[in-house]
C-alpha cells in the first residue's frame, strides 16, 4: 500500500516537472564546495518540494528503510557526461559530482506530500557528505540544519492508527551513523537491482551510462508481498532496516549481528545468540532471535520499543512499524529450531 | 608552472594538517543548549576545543562527535552536567566515533541508553568524567556508563559512574586500555574489560556494585580472545549490591559480592589490591559457563595469577545456592578464592595463587555443567613464577600527555 503510494506520488511529481516552467540548471559549484546554507542553493527544486529539476532522476527501492510511516521521495542528480558502476552486490558506484536527494513528509491533501526535510548526500573529491534541510512554512526553501532539530508532527498511518510524534531531522553525524562504511560515508540505497524507476524510460537511460557485473543481479522479496516465502520476506525486512549499521563495516560491527548476510539459523542472525551489550534492552530474555518463540526474542522485544534505551534502530524512529515488526514475528515463529 | 601548482599544493596540505590554528568553541547552558552544542560538536576542526560552561544542559536527544582531534571540556565533574533525563532517541548521551579525542571535566546524568560511548575511536581519553543514574541502582537505568568500544588506546582516569544497570566503566573488543584512579559504585558491575587485550586497571575504588572488576571473554563476537590484563592496587570493598540487570544479560548471573571474577580468559595478574567484605568471593575464577556455538571462541580461564594481595574478611554471606550449607562446611566462612575447577588442560593451568591464600574449588567436571553437581572441595592451585613483562600493556604514553 505504502509502496504504491509513494510510486504514484512520485509520478505525479514527474508530471509536474514537466509542467513547470523551464528549469535553471543545478548548480555544480553548490553540490561539489562547502555547505550551502538553503537548499535552493543548489538549484535541485525550483521553488518547492514539489517542483524537483526535470534532470533529477526519481526512484524508488523495493524494500524501504522505516522512518516513522513517512513517504519519501528520492532523485538522483548526475553530472554531465557521468558514467556509473555497478558493483557485483549491486551496489552503484556514482562520479564526482553526483548528489542523491531524498524528502520525508507524510501525505497532505489530494494526494501531495506534506514535506519536511530534504537530505542531500554529495559526492565530492574526498568522499560523500551528508546534509540535512529543513523546509520552512511556505515551502519556498529549506534551510541547513547540521545539528538537526525537532518537529512536532501529526499523521495517520496504513491502519487507520493516529500518531502525534516528535519527528526527529537527523544531524550531520547521525547521518553518517546509517550511512557509514568502514567510518566512511556511503549510500545505502541504491543498489540496482533494488531500484525501482517510474519515471518512463530512466532505468533505460540511466543503464545505458553504466558498466554492469558479469554476473545475474536478482531482485530481493518485498517484504510485504504476502506472497512471497517469509524468511525472504524477513531476511528483505532486516536488510532494509538493520543492515546499515549491523554488518561487519557499519556502526554495529561490536555486535557481532549481521543482517546484511544471509538470514537463517546463524549465531549472525541472532539464532540463539545472547546479546552482549544490549543491557536492559535484552527484555529478560535470553536470545536475540528464540527459533518459535517471537515474544521472547530480543529482536522483536526492540523493534516493538519506542524507549530510547531498548528501541532498534537507535534513530529514526518514534513509532512502531506494526507491519514490519508482523514480518519478523511471523518468520520467528514459524522456524522451530534446527 | 607545474612546478609552482605543486608548492602551493603542498603548502595548502601543510597549513591543513597544523594544529597551530585551533580554536576554541565555548558552549553555555539554557534555551537552544541541544542545537548549539552539538552544532559546536559538527563544526570544530581537528585540534579545536569545545568548553562547556558550568550549569546544567538539558538535553533531548543524543549527542554525537566524529571529528579527530577534538578536545571537550567542562567545568569540572560537579559543574558542567549534561542532563539527558528528558532524552527522546539515541542508544547514549553521547557517542564520539572519532580517534584522538579528549573528553574531560564534565557530567553526564540520567541518560535512557548508555553514557558515553566511544566506538572505533582510537586513542580515547576519559579524564574526571562522572555518568550517574541519580536514583540508585535499578533495572530502568541505561546499561554502560563510560564504554569505549573497537578501539586502540583507551585512558580512563578520575572518573566515576554509579548505577549501571550493566556495568559503569565497560571496555571491550579493545586493546591498549589502563582504568585507573576511579570510582565505581552501584553499578552491577563496576569495572569490567570484556573480549580485550593488553589493559591495566589500578588504583580505582570498586565498591557497593554488584560485582567489582570483571574480566570476561563472550563467543560470537568479531573480537574475542581476551587477554593481557593487569589489576593492581586497587580497593575492591563490600560489593554487596543486589544484582538488578534485567535478566538474559551476562552480568545478570554475577553473584552478589563478587570482588574479582574472571571468566574466559588469559593471562590476568591480581596483585597488591585489596579485596574485602565481598560475601560471596573476593576472587572468582570460572568458564564460560553457557552452552555455545563457536569454533574460535575459548572458554577456559588460562593463567590467572593471583599474587601478594590483601584478602579480607569476605566469602562469609555467599550468594550462592545452599551457601550456608557450604559455609558450614568450611567452618563457618568460604575460603577467598573460588575456581570452578575447569581448564582447558594439556599444559596450560587455569589459576595459579600466593601460597599463603586459601581456596575452594567447585571440581566441575566439563564447560556448561551445572551447579548443582559440584563437588566442592579445598583449593590446591599452583604457586606462581616470575612476573610478567607488561611493557605493551597499558594506554600508550601519548594519552598521558592530554593530562595537563
Known sequence: ?338 | MHKSLFAAAALTALVAATPALAETHRVSPGEGAQERLQEALILAEPGDEVLLDAGRYALTDGLSLDVDGVTVRGAGPAATILDFSTQQAAGEGLLVTSDDVTLRDFAVENPKGDGIKSKDADNIVYYRIRVTWTGGPAATNGAYGIYPVESTGVLVDASEVSGASDAGIYVGQSSKITVRNSVASENVAGIEIENSRDAIVEGNFVTRNTGGILVFDLPNLPVMGGGNVLIRNNLVIANDTDNFAPEGNIVASVRRGTGVMVMANENVWLQDNVLTDNATAEVMVIAYPLSFDDPDYNPYPRDVVVATNTLGEGSDNPDIEGGEMLAAAFGGKLPPILWDGLSEGGDRTALMVHPDYAGWTLNLQRQGQRLEEAQPGPLDAPAYGQGWNIDDWGAPAELEARLK
Open chain 1, 1 to 338: 500500500m505504502i509502496a504504491r503510494l509513494a510510486l504514484a506520488a512520485s509520478l505525479a511529481l514527474a508530471t509536474a516537472a514537466v509542467a513547470a516552467p523551464r528549469p535553471a540548471p543545478v548548480d555544480q559549484a553548490a553540490v561539489l564546495e562547502g555547505m550551502p546554507r538553503s537548499l535552493s542553493d543548489y538549484g535541485f527544486f525550483l521553488g518547492g518540494p514539489d517542483h524537483p529539476a526535470e534532470t533529477l532522476i526519481p526512484y524508488a527501492l523495493r524494500n524501504p528503510l522505516f522512518s516513522d510511516y513517512a513517504e519519501k521521495h528520492r532523485f538522483i542528480h548526475l553530472p554531465d557526461g557521468a558514467r556509473l558502476t555497478v558493483g557485483p552486490d549491486g551496489r552503484v558506484d556514482f562520479p564526482v559530482g553526483t548528489a542523491l536527494i531524498k524528502s520525508f513528509g507524510y501525505d497532505g491533501e489530494g494526494g501531495t506530500l506534506d514535506v519536511i526535510e530534504t537530505r542531500v548526500l554529495l559526492r565530492r573529491e574526498d568522499g560523500w557528505l551528508a546534509l540535512p534541510y529543513v523546509w520552512n512554512q511556505d515551502h519556498s526553501d529549506a534551510a541547513l540544519k547540521v545539528a538537526g532539530t525537532r518537529i512536532p508532527v501529526a499523521f495517520t498511518d496504513p491502519s487507520g492508527e493516529a500518531h502525534r510524534i516528535s519527528y526527529a531531522v537527523p544531524n550531520k553525524n547521525q547521518c553518517k551513523q546509517c550511512h557509514s562504511r568502514n567510518g566512511v560515508i556511503a549510500p545505502i540505497g541504491p543498489v540496482w537491482q533494488e531500484m525501482v524507476f517510474p519515471r518512463e524510460g530512466d532505468r533505460e537511460r540511466v543503464a545505458e551510462r553504466t558498466s554492469f557485473p558479469p554476473n545475474t543481479l536478482s531482485p530481493s522479496a518485498r517484504w510485504d508481498d504476502p506472497d512471497a516465502p517469509i524468511a525472504a520476506r524477513a531476511g528483505s525486512y532486516l536488510r532494509a532496516n538493520c543492515a546499515h549499521c549491523h554488518s561487519r563495516e557499519g556502526a554495529a560491527s561490536n555486535s557481532g549481528l549481521y543482517y546484511d548476510e544471509a538470514l537463517g539459523p546463524y549465531a549472525v542472525s541472532g539464532w540463539r545468540k545472547r546479546p552482549v551489550a544490549a543491557g536492559r534492552a535484552s527484555g529478560g530474555f535470553e536470545y536475540v532471535v528464540d527459533p518459535g518463540k517471537p515474544s521472547q526474542s530480543i529482536l522483536i522485544h526492540r523493534m516493538k520499543s519506542v524507549d530510547p534505551g531498548i528501541a532498534m534502530p537507535e534513530i529514526g524512529r518514534a513509532t512502531v512499524h506494526k507491519e514490519g515488526v508482523a514480518v519478523v514475528e511471523e518468520w520467528i515463529g514459524t522456524e522451530t529450531g534446527r
